[in-house]
């Protein structure tokens, strides 16, 4: 159990961290999602006390971390895989840190098989590795001591796809077996692929969160993507009710439930060919919380700047 209250950081007169609380649950995988600069990686460096807080507190466990003895033990941390030894070996930056955690070195062959990488690869100095085998590394490297909360910052970066596929399976039954997982990431698909629960933050605040499913059911409830025999007809009906229509593809995309269209179609006896909850589910809750917080929103020659 990770628990987040009141953080607040400032860097000179910027304010990075605005009051940020959150919980991560075991047995759940947190997805922690925003913007680049959005200050997931200033939350975790504090989380492991590697950089000071101006206010709040963040509890792993109940304790604060430079509390815990051992902490490989408890608290699995992966903040930068580039930040690895480069000349050293894959296999010695983990016989490294297994000695470091009073572990037997057998622990070591068990992680290698459990990121795949070979023998082979093992043995390449890690300045030789890619940037998905660092991260199979540093992911080995937050395992080794059979921790019972992972902090994973942007730990899909540089895994292709079957790459993020192993790692969901992984921390999915890393989370199922009890363990609290909370992983950053500023791509929405990533962390719709492999989170349960997720907190949204922008500009260092927190904008929303909750069970994945929860948050996508919320977004898709206020819209519709409906197709009928008379759309013309259907779009009159909905904008006497009030809602707004717009077209989209071969129907309308109305602002209001699903139920809501289904009713107004059926008084008035127009037949549906299609009716689905809009949106492109939590691609659109994220732009849409973190409109006012991309940089793109801001950049000459896009929408709502001068050109
Ligand atoms: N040491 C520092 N000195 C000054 N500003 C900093 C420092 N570290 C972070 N910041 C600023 O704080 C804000 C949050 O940065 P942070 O690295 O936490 O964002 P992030 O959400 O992890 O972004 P990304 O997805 O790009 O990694 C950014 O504006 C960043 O420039």
Partial sequence: MISVRGLTKTYGGFLALDDVSFDCQPGRVTGFLGPNGAGKTTTMRIMVDLTPADRGEIRIGGHRYHQIPNPGRHVGVLLDASAQHAGRTGREVLTIGAQTMGLPASRVDE????????PEEARRRVRNYSLG???RLGIAHALLGDPSVLVLDE???GLDPAGIRWMRGLLKGYAERGGTVLLSSHLLNEVELIADEMILIGRGRILAQGDKKTLLAGADHRATLVTSLDNDALARVLEAKGHQVAPAGDGLRVETAPVEVGRAAAEHAIVLT???AGGAG?????LELTSDTQRDALAPGTEGAPA
């Fill in 133 to 135: 085998m660092r991260q």
């Fill in 282 to 286: 939590l691609e659109d809750l994220f």
């Fill in 155 to 157: 730990p899909a970066n």
């Fill in 274 to 276: 299609d009716l689905r």
């Fill in 111 to 118: 992680l290698l098989e459990m990121v795949s990488l070979s």
